[in-house]
C-alpha cells in the first residue's frame, strides 16, 4: 500500500513538472509585450447600399455580357412589333381584308400589350425582374410560332394580341438593364441599345424581302422565332436585380450578385457590410400617384402615349403609303402608279415590291444614324429638354412627308422622321427608368407602357385607314400629338441627370 501511494505521488510529481515545463515553452511564443487584439468592429460598421456597390465596380465585362444578351431579346422584341408593316399586304390579299380589318391587327397586338404591362410590372416588383423577363419571351416566342398556323384571320388577331401580352413582359427587361448599370454610363449604353431594335427591324424586313415572295408569311414568321430557342438558354448568366432582392430583403442574394459582377469585372465591392431598407409595398399603384410623383406620373403616361403614337403612326404611315402608292411622288415608275382604290372596287393584292423593302431598310438605319447626337443631347441639355426638342423636330417631319418630292427625298424624310421618334422613344425609357424609386420602377415602367399602347392602338386606324382618305388628314393628329407633348414636359418636376437611382421614395 505504501509502495502504491509513493507510485502515484511520484507520477503526480511528474506530470506537474511537465506542465510547468510546457508552460516554459510556450510562454516565449507569446509577444513579451502583449497587447489586446485590435478592435475589427471598425469594418464592421462601415456600410454600403447597392448604389454605392454599382458605383464601385463600375463598367466592365459583366455588362457588356448583359449588353449582348438583353440586346438580343430587344432584336426579336422588334421583329415582333416589326412584322406587322411586313406582314400586312401579305394577309391583305390572303383574306381579302378591308383596311379597319388590316389595322385592327395592329390594335389586338397593342391591346395584349397594354392589358400585361399593368401585370407585368405588377409581378416584377413583387417577384422579381429576371422571372417576368423569361416568362414573357417563352409566352411571346409560343404564340408568335402559333400565329404562323392560323387558319383563319379571327384566329391570327387573337393569337398576336397574345404575342403582344408576351411582348409587355420581355420590356422589363430595360428595368433589369437599367439597375445593372452605373449612373455615368446609362445616357450611353441606353441609348446605344437602339442599335438592337434596328437590327430587329431590319432582320425581320430582310426575312420579308427573301423568304415571302417564295415560301410566303407564314414560313417568315417560323424562321423569325428560331432565334429564340437559342437565346432562352443565354437568360441564365443574367442574375436577378440586387436592388430588386434587397428591397424584397433577400440581402444575401443580392451580396452574392455584387460579388459575382465584381469578380466577372476585376473589381471588389466597398468596405463593409450591405445595408438597405426593406421596402414592404412594392408594387403599390398608390406611391405612383402620391405627392412625390403624381405629376410626373401623369406627364409620362401622355409622353409614352405620344411616343408610341409617333413611332408607329411613322412605321405604319411608311408601309401604308409605299403599298397603295399614295405618295405624291414625281418620279413615280410603273410599280408604283397601281393604286389601292380603283373605279371597279379595292385592290387588294398589292405586295411589296424590292424597292419598297429597300426604303424601309434604309428607313431603319434612321433610328441609330443619330444616336451619337441623342446622346449628346442627353449629357448636355438633360432628358426633359430632350424630349421637348425631339418631339417639335419631329411634328415639323410628320408634316414634310406630305411635301410632293422625288422618291429619294421621300426616303430620307422617312428616315429623319424616324430617327427622331425613335430617339424620342429611347429618351422616354431613360427618364422613366431613372425617376421611379426601385420599389415601383417596374410598375412605373409598366403604366407607362401601357399608355403607349393605347397610342399605338389608335395609330393603325389613322396610318391605315384615314391614310386613304387623306393623306395630310393622317398626318395632321401625329404631329399635333407631339407638339402639345412638347409644351406638356416643360412641366415635368424632375431632372434624372446624373442622378443616382432611388431605392424608396
Known sequence: MMKLCFRMG???????????????????????????PPNNNKNNDETFTVEDAVEKIGFGRFHILLFFIMGSSTILEAMEIMLLAVVSPEIRCEWRLSDWQVALVSTM????????GVLSGYIADRYGRWKVVFGGFVWSAYFSLLTSFAPTYGWFIFLRSMVGCGVAGVSQGFVLKTEFIPAKYRAILLPLASVFWMLGSMLIIVLGMVVVPSMGWRWMIRISVTPSIILIFLFKFIPESARYNVSAGNVQAAVETLQR???MNRASLPPGRLVESVVSERGSWRMLLNSSFRRTSLLLWYTWFVASFAYYGSVLSSSELLEKNLLCVTNADGEHQVKHRQEDGLCYCIPFHFNDYQTLLVSCLGEVALVPLNICLLNVLGRKLSLTVLQLVSAILFMMINICTTMFGFTVLLFLLRSLVSMNFTVVYIYTAEVYPTAVRSLGMGFCTSFSRIGGMIAPFIAQVLMSESVILALSPFAAACVICALGNFLLPIETRGRALLQTS
Not at 10 to 36: G, H
Open 10 to 36: 511520484e507520477n503526480m510529481k511528474t506530470e506537474l513538472v511537465s506542465a510547468i515545463y510546457l508552460q516554459d515553452v510556450e510562454l516565449p511564443e507569446k509577444p513579451a509585450d502583449s497587447q489586446p
Open 109 to 116: 397586338v397593342f391591346l395584349g400589350f397594354m392589358l400585361c
Open 261 to 263: 459582377i465584381a469578380r
